[in-house]
């Protein structure tokens, strides 16, 4: 006899669904994380076929300055308290990769506590030696987050920063 679909109250199906959607990203998530790439992509687009239809401009003369570099794209204040309530769940599990993924965003964003944690992901001192992750601490990302941490304000990176062997 063939098996039907699953039924919706059994214990096992049940209890595992949770978990893996908890895993997932949110529709709002996904919807910002696409709009953004729209807006990222659309940008370089609707400028082409502006200077296709301008010629004289490229015989003007040059801007005096290059335009500054863009900032990173800065993310509201609920979008980045979800990074980081998602971030410290997966450290809390010991999921570093994925932790360090969102706070990698977080800290891109200009969040300093973000590039902290991040700092502290690599650091060996908080890693420690045996780490039953198997996850190999690396001093010099350490380092670099522990910077950025650092510029964005925070005294505990600045902290650690003297703290690090050379």
């Known amino acids: 006899r063939l ?6 109250t059994s214990g096992t199906s049940a209890t595992r669904a949770p978990q893996q959607v908890a895993m997932l990203p949110s529709r709002e998530e996904i919807s910002s994380a696409y709009q953004a790439a729209l807006q990222n992509r659309a940008a370089p687009a609707a ?3 502006l200077a296709a239809l301008a010629p004289a401009a490229a015989t003007a003369p040059p801007a005096p300055a290059a335009a500054p570099p863009p900032q990173a794209r800065q993310a509201d204040a609920e ?11 997966f450290l809390a599990s010991g999921d570093l990769m994925s932790a ?4 990698e965003r977080a800290a891109e964003s200009q969040e300093a506590d973000a590039a902290l944690l991040l700092a502290q992901t690599y650091d060996p001192d908080v890693l420690g030696t045996a780490d039953v992750r198997n996850t190999t601490p690396e001093p010099a990302m350490a380092r670099a987050w522990y910077q950025k941490a650092a510029q964005l304000g ?3 990176a600045q902290r650690r920063l003297a703290q690090l062997p050379n």
């Open 154 to 156: 925070s005294a505990d």
């Open 3 to 8: 098996a039907g679909p699953p039924n919706p």
């Open 100 to 103: 360090r993924l969102l706070l």
């Open 79 to 89: 979008e980045m308290a979800r990074l980081m309530q998602r971030a410290r769940g």
């Open 47 to 49: 400028a082409a076929p």
